[in-house]
């Protein structure tokens, strides 16, 4: 499907706040209200807004500790890695990619000692054979987050 610039600029304010009402979308991009609903209907339709959620709000995402972590994991394992990382709440995303490591995975814990504590468990992961982690100091920019979220 092609979104056009108008679109574009919805799901943005969408993301920043998806139970913002219709008459307000409909002046920040200066369209009727109906031109609004019927986009929101049609990109639902489309399947380019699969499902809405709940962001936490701006002090609980600023008591977390965030971290990145690389797994490096045997080709065979790898299912199984996948499952055992779904089971850990703290898992946030995970991501196959290219370069050092075969997964990148975001992680949220609310105290050091608890990220502490979950690397361990990473690292005994059956499969896992390296792990390399980044703590998140600050978040420059975060267009799905309250914490971040850009607004008009």
Do not use: W
């Amino acid at each position: 499907m092609k979104l056009d610039d108008t679109d574009r600029h919805l799901l943005g304010l969408l993301q920043a706040n998806a139970r913002e009402p219709a008459a307000t979308l409909a002046r920040r991009l200066k369209i009727a209200r109906t031109t609004v609903v019927a986009r929101i209907a049609r990109l639902e339709r489309e399947g380019v807004i699969a499902g809405y959620g709940v962001r936490l709000g701006r002090r609980l995402e600023q008591a977390a500790v965030r971290a990145y972590c690389g797994l490096s994991v045997n080709a065979r394992s790898a299912a199984a890695v996948i499952r055992a990382l779904e089971r850990l709440p703290e898992v946030e995303e995970v991501s196959a990619v290219s370069g050092q490591f075969d997964y990148v995975v975001a992680l949220r814990c609310e105290t050091p000692e608890q990220l502490n504590s979950l690397l361990d468990q990473l690292g005994q992961i059956e499969g896992v054979h390296q792990t390399h982690t980044s703590v998140v100091l600050s978040r420059s920019l975060d267009r799905r987050s309250a914490v971040g979220a850009a607004r008009d």
